[in-house]
């Protein structure tokens, strides 16, 4: 859209009705806009606790201010996520104006994703026009990983909103010549810190680079205005962080995730080297690689030996079914999470580019560690590409072309800079840096690619746009078109082959149909301005594909904790790694809420337990608080045994739930415990499948059961093992997560879906970020064997 104030008269003011008279729309945008709002906001009324590590602590920041700050996991401000707040500040304030729902968390993320369909389309139409610029919004719009990111209320829609929004006003300070904006544009950037912390500044670069290159002015000028801009960035990058850490940590929750209870040192270790470098959750289990190279790979946790084995409709790591069509069961896909270190059920991702022959699961997009092999071909591979790589050729190969496109008619040297070159080394800065850090991390989730997806949508955009006039206009350049749709059909091709072999035969011979005339025509046509069809029918083509996997998640009503596209989530009914069945465990026990609830008293803590899995669906339920002594995986050291006696001592905590996590940092606690506390046994009187069987061994009953250990590379310690008996869940449910099962309570806050077929795979364990191994046994009571220890019995 664009403002035409033609008809406005001089000196005179004009109504807002007039203005908006005056709006020039582009109809292709709204359109575009629109399938953005269908694909991120369809079904989200079923996304029922969406991921539940951070719904918990929405359900807790809502309770105080001190909460909301800091970003507390529970309402007793115990312990922070281990993020930054900012992200969640948004889904908190929807929560308090609409009431805690799964709808109601990932509105913002909506909202988000939205406008940043919105804010692509603004960046490139201003340099570039209005056809490179709907292209570029649609990519945006029809990038798989986007579509679920969106979808959930993960930080990563909300990263990507602000780092566009900082690129919008930086680019405006260009243009307009004014200070305030680029001031503006890099305090927007201290946001984006907060958000997500160090991912944000992987683009930093880019912005120094193009305000140098784009700006006419002369360089001292150059560097004071950058200097000025970098104090802004400085302080909204570090008036959080320095706030948490100033403050004493006595005043404040512990901060999740770090080693020395400092966000500065979560920032810059924990979400910060550490994914570069290789995971070491807290001071827990050392996770380097996640199957990134076998030498890393052999000091992965593995899972239990009992999570190898298969068992008829019920094995978590045994692949869906593939589609009719589909061959090859080496290469059988499924969104289960995978062992990291090379464990069954770690299929495909071999054979190509990028492809892992340690971890990652087919054309699924593989499992929440499943990120390839390290290399400049890894996100061309199986396990990241059907995610985010759809068009990435055609981005690369499209900034070649525009950038000899937009060289100029009086350039007196080839690299000289136009306008529209300048604006390309902006997204060249952000694609780059971004590129190079996936192809050589040893840590992250394939999620997190969503940072190259604004690169890919730009340079994509402007590249289809450019690669077509230069073909018109038989240019040295003409066969970068044909190059780019073939070599992007046969990439496709191969994605799609994991779940539907003949269509891939079929789209690998529409692209050679296709580029036949593409590569021809320009030799033998002597007027290619009429021959629009071909080079049309190869951009159609080319975003097939891609537009099928990005309804997926829109069609499974996916919400989950490690957000994924693809076929897998249509097979199961929903993400291998959790979706909006909810959580890390959406169901709560009946028969243990209500004796806790029965006998908290005057007790702060509902119960304690050791991590946050086995702790966030009783804090959605019920809006109490429940300590997870070790954060979220077990391993922050966030209690001493002295300070941990003491709570007890004053009735602030009665009772522990040990749900089988072992490995954790907390042992001198929990030796205490069963040392000195008296185990409760609990049982129904309704049925066998909703009865509480707490154990009385402190050893093998408290490990994970075949079938519900640790998936998809996690280690045994991955979550608390829930009490046996009340699971119900669907085959390949883990650790009562997903349907609540009869006997199980249903939460107060939360409304769970209705329109899911049971025993899908839409419930096997969605695991946050920055979790040391995966789901086995996650949602505490709710599937597996535990133990309930009286605290107030120590000292009566």
Not at 681 to 697: C, D, E, F, G
């Amino acid at each position: 859209m664009e403002n035409e104030p033609t008809r406005t008269t001089k000196n005179k003011k004009v109504s807002l009705w007039v203005r908006l008279k005056l709006i020039k729309y582009d109809y292709w945008l709204i359109a575009i806009l629109i399938l953005a709002a269908f694909l991120y906001a369809w079904n989200i009324w079923e996304a029922g606790e969406a991921n539940s590590f951070y719904t918990a602590a929405i359900v807790s920041m809502t309770k105080s201010f001190k909460n909301f700050w800091y970003a507390s996991f529970d309402p007793a401000g115990f312990i922070t996520v281990d993020k930054p707040p900012v992200a969640l500040w948004f889904m908190a304030i929807s929560a308090k104006i609409f009431g805690v729902h799964g709808w109601s968390v990932v509105l913002p993320s909506i909202l988000f994703g939205i406008a940043s369909v919105y804010l692509i389309y603004n960046l490139v139409h201003k340099r570039f026009g209005k056809i490179p610029a709907r292209i570029a919004a649609l990519i945006m719009t029809l990038t798989p990983i986007a579509v679920a990111d969106s979808r959930t209320n993960n930080m990563d829609a909300t990263l990507i909103f602000f780092l566009l929004l900082s690129v919008y006003f930086v680019q405006k300070a260009v243009f307009k010549h004014q200070q305030r904006y680029l001031w503006i544009g890099f305090s927007l950037m201290g946001i984006a810190f907060n958000v997500k912390m160090l991912q944000a500044f992987m683009i930093l670069p880019a912005l120094y680079l193009y305000y140098w290159i784009a700006t006419n002015i002369g360089w001292k000028k150059k560097l004071a205005h950058l200097g000025i801009a970098t104090v802004f960035l400085a302080v909204f990058t570090l008036i959080w962080p320095l706030s948490v850490d100033m403050t004493n940590s006595s005043n404040r929750p512990y901060e999740g995730g770090s080693e020395t209870n400092s966000a500065l040192e979560l920032a810059f270790g924990y979400n910060g080297t550490q994914r570069l470098l290789g995971q070491t959750t807290g001071t827990g289990g050392a996770f380097p690689g996640m199957g990134s190279s076998s030498k890393k790979s052999s000091k992965s946790m593995t899972p239990p030996s009992s999570s190898t084995k298969k068992s008829t409709g019920s094995s978590s790591n045994t692949p869906p079914a593939k589609p009719s069509g589909t061959s090859n069961s080496k290469k059988s896909s499924t969104n289960a999470p995978t062992p990291p270190n090379g464990a069954e059920g770690m299929q495909g991702g071999q054979g190509g580019p990028g492809g892992s022959n340690k971890g990652g699961t087919g054309g699924a997009g593989g499992g929440a560690f499943s990120i390839g092999t390290v290399g400049p071909f890894r996100l061309f591979g199986l396990d990241l590409g059907p995610q985010i790589s759809w068009l990435l050729i055609i981005a690369i190969l499209g900034l070649i072309s525009s950038y000899f496109y937009y060289r100029g008619s009086r350039m007196k040297k080839w690299w000289s800079l136009t306008p529209q070159r300048k604006e390309l080394w902006l997204w060249a800065g952000w694609l780059v840096p971004v590129y190079g850090f996936f192809s050589v991390a040893s840590f992250f989730h394939p999620y997190y690619t969503i940072m190259l997806a604004p690169a890919i949508a730009v340079l994509g955009g402007v590249g289809i746009y450019t690669m077509i006039k230069q073909w018109k206009e038989k240019s040295w350049w003409s066969m970068l078109l044909p190059v780019a749709i073939l070599a992007t059909a046969a990439l496709q091709a191969w994605y799609v082959a994991q779940y539907y072999s003949t269509l891939a035969w079929v789209l690998l011979g529409l692209g050679v149909l296709v580029s036949i005339p593409l590569f021809v025509l320009p030799w033998i046509a002597s007027n290619l301005k009429s021959k629009q069809f071909w080079p049309v029918a190869g951009v159609i083509l080319v975003m097939l594909a891609p537009s099928f996997w990005s309804l997926t998640p829109t069609l499974a009503g996916e919400s989950a904790q490690i957000p994924t596209a693809g076929p897998s989530l249509l097979q199961q009914g929903g993400g291998g790694m959790g979706t909006n069945a909810g959580g890390m465990g959406s169901s709560t026990d009946s028969t243990l809420l209500k004796y806790l609830e029965k006998h908290q008293g005057n007790a702060e803590y509902l119960f304690a337990t050791d991590d946050s899995s086995t702790a966030a669906p009783y804090i959605i339920s019920t809006g109490k608080a429940v300590m997870a002594i070790g954060g979220f995986n077990g391993t922050d050291k966030a209690i001493t045994l002295k300070q941990f006696k003491k709570l007890v001592k004053e009735g602030k905590v009665k009772y522990y739930y040990s749900g089988g996590k072992t490995g954790g940092s907390n042992t001198a606690i929990v030796n205490w415990i069963k040392k000195n506390a008296k185990k409760i046994k609990l049982s129904s009187s309704t049925s066998a499948t909703s009865s509480i069987t707490t154990s009385t061994k402190t050893t093998a009953s408290e490990s994970a059961p075949n079938g519900a250990g640790a998936q998809g590379g996690a280690p045994s310690n991955a979550g608390g093992t829930p009490p046996s008996g009340t699971g119900n869940a669907p085959s390949g449910a883990q650790g009562g997560m997903g349907q609540a099962p009869s006997g199980s309570s249903s939460s107060k806050n939360m409304k769970k879906p209705s329109k899911k077929p049971s025993g899908t795979g839409s419930t096997t364990g969605n695991a946050p970020e920055g979790m040391g191994g995966m789901t086995g046994g996650m949602g505490g009571p709710g599937g597996s064997s535990g133990t309930l220890y009286d605290l107030s019995s120590i000292y009566d």
